[in-house]
């Protein structure tokens, strides 16, 4: 091959961006390793076995309206609520104050 050549290769993603706004996905739902586990923004799931490892799968984390009756789903939504409203509060209290 001469150095003339000049050949372009494909590039290789070494992992997989999140992706925003993925429809019927519970946004927290992180992976699923496929061996009993599965993983969310806040915590790690281990199961006996693949079938119910994907029972909880395909009825709440991959589910097109599953996803939003899940516990997990419901307290992280409750906590970000909680943190931005925080984070809110401080940013209009210091505006109020003429702390900007």
Known sequence: ???????????????????????????????DRGHGVIYCECARFHFPDKKSRREIVYTYCAHPSGYKLCAIKQAMDHYYERKYSQIESKSTGEAASGKI
């Not at 001469?2 to 993925?22: G, S």
């Open 1 to 31: 091959m001469d150095m003339e050549d000049n050949v372009e290769y494909a590039r290789r993603t070494l992992r997989k961006e999140p992706e925003e706004n993925r429809e019927g996905i519970c946004p927290y739902y992180m992976r």
